[in-house]
């Protein structure tokens, strides 16, 4: 019997196995498709302070072996998120759920955060500085080490329940950028978001989407995501949340060995509904074959 148990800050994980945020809603139309409770935990869809429409359409493009979003962090606003969601989904999810929270400011970030961490079916709180779909917000706080850590810093003040800072890949020196998180008290780090990208549509000659440029994510991601974790578990000491083109149990094994507390699956949920499902199924079967009886014990033995 493998023990799939992982901890991240205190919260006590059942399994690593969490979907992404955006890719996951707030889970109410998967608990219609499975029982969600064997989830280690979720990701709730990134939410700001004001409810938002996204962007315009078309915000999704196919390519090979992945996809490109921009859909601009369309969610309800963090009113309703409190008032209404968090409270509904007690019904169908029984364990403390991720809060992801992105912002325009550092006072909307501030705020969101203080009320996400009242809530009290909320673990942790994913703070999203790497959305690359919206302006004047999201990825530009995330991009120099000096402003990450400035956000991560005045939402610590206000915060009791752990911080945990979603990263962009699209930076030069990823690790440079945890790092001064870590040292502005974050308590862990989670990467990465999506690797910013387009596509052109040949006959009408415009890019495919109406915003330009969108974050890629899927399988061809998962190398890079992986390179990354690698290098941002070296570069810290608090516990890292690993993602990015996950899609199999064994890509969980090797995110962990590559540093990994806890693995989320993103873009593969929108390929396939059960695939989270399907790989805790695969988990201890893979861990068992590979001579693991305790997964939290191969958290960055590649090192
Ligand atoms: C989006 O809503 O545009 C995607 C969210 C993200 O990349 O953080």
């Given at each position: 019997m493998v023990n799939t148990k992982v901890s991240l800050c205190g919260l006590?994980?059942?399994?690593p196995v969490i979907p992404a945020s955006g890719t996951f809603g707030y889970g109410e139309e998967f608990a219609e498709l499975y029982d969600i409770n064997i989830l280690g935990s979720f990701s709730f869809k990134g939410t700001t302070k004001e409810p938002r429409f996204g962007n315009p359409t078309p915000r999704i493009a196919e390519c090979s072996a992945g996809m490109l979003n921009s859909v601009g962090l369309q969610n309800p606003g963090i009113e309703a998120v409190c008032a209404d969601i968090l409270p509904k989904m007690k019904r169908y999810f029984k364990k403390p759920v991720i809060a992801n929270i992105g912002g325009f400011s550092l006072e909307e970030y501030v705020y969101c955060c203080q009320k996400a961490d009242q809530a009290?079916?909320?673990?942790?709180?994913?703070?999203?500085?790497?959305?690359?779909?919206?302006?004047?917000?999201g990825m530009s706080f995330g991009t120099s080490p000096a402003s990450a850590a400035e956000v991560t810093a005045a939402v610590k003040k206000v915060c009791k329940k752990p911080i945990f800072v979603k990263l962009s890949p699209n930076v030069a020196d990823i690790a440079a950028v945890a790092k001064a998180c870590e040292d502005a008290g974050a308590d862990g780090i989670a990467l990465i978001n999506t690797l910013l990208g387009m596509r052109i549509d040949l006959r009408r000659r415009t890019p495919v989407l109406a915003n330009k440029k969108g974050g890629f994510s899927g399988d061809a991601i998962f190398p890079v995501a992986l390179r990354m974790v690698y290098d941002v578990y070296e570069a810290v000491k608090i516990p890292v949340i690993g993602m990015g083109g996950v899609s199999s149990a064994e890509d969980v094994i090797e995110m962990m060995m590559a540093g990994a507390t806890a693995v989320e699956i993103g873009a593969a949920n929108l390929v396939n509904p059960f695939v989270c499902k399907e790989i805790l199924a695969e988990l201890p079967e893979k861990a068992a074959e590979l001579g693991i009886a305790k997964i939290a014990d191969i958290i960055g033995v590649a090192h």
């Amino acid at each position: 019997m493998v023990n799939t148990k992982v901890s991240l800050c205190g919260l006590e994980l059942e399994n690593p196995v969490i979907p992404a945020s955006g890719t996951f809603g707030y889970g109410e139309e998967f608990a219609e498709l499975y029982d969600i409770n064997i989830l280690g935990s979720f990701s709730f869809k990134g939410t700001t302070k004001e409810p938002r429409f996204g962007n315009p359409t078309p915000r999704i493009a196919e390519c090979s072996a992945g996809m490109l979003n921009s859909v601009g962090l369309q969610n309800p606003g963090i009113e309703a998120v409190c008032a209404d969601i968090l409270p509904k989904m007690k019904r169908y999810f029984k364990k403390p759920v991720i809060a992801n929270i992105g912002g325009f400011s550092l006072e909307e970030y501030v705020y969101c955060c203080q009320k996400a961490d009242q809530a009290d079916n909320v673990g942790l709180i994913e703070l999203n500085i790497s959305c690359p779909n919206v302006h004047g917000g999201g990825m530009s706080f995330g991009t120099s080490p000096a402003s990450a850590a400035e956000v991560t810093a005045a939402v610590k003040k206000v915060c009791k329940k752990p911080i945990f800072v979603k990263l962009s890949p699209n930076v030069a020196d990823i690790a440079a950028v945890a790092k001064a998180c870590e040292d502005a008290g974050a308590d862990g780090i989670a990467l990465i978001n999506t690797l910013l990208g387009m596509r052109i549509d040949l006959r009408r000659r415009t890019p495919v989407l109406a915003n330009k440029k969108g974050g890629f994510s899927g399988d061809a991601i998962f190398p890079v995501a992986l390179r990354m974790v690698y290098d941002v578990y070296e570069a810290v000491k608090i516990p890292v949340i690993g993602m990015g083109g996950v899609s199999s149990a064994e890509d969980v094994i090797e995110m962990m060995m590559a540093g990994a507390t806890a693995v989320e699956i993103g873009a593969a949920n929108l390929v396939n509904p059960f695939v989270c499902k399907e790989i805790l199924a695969e988990l201890p079967e893979k861990a068992a074959e590979l001579g693991i009886a305790k997964i939290a014990d191969i958290i960055g033995v590649a090192h």
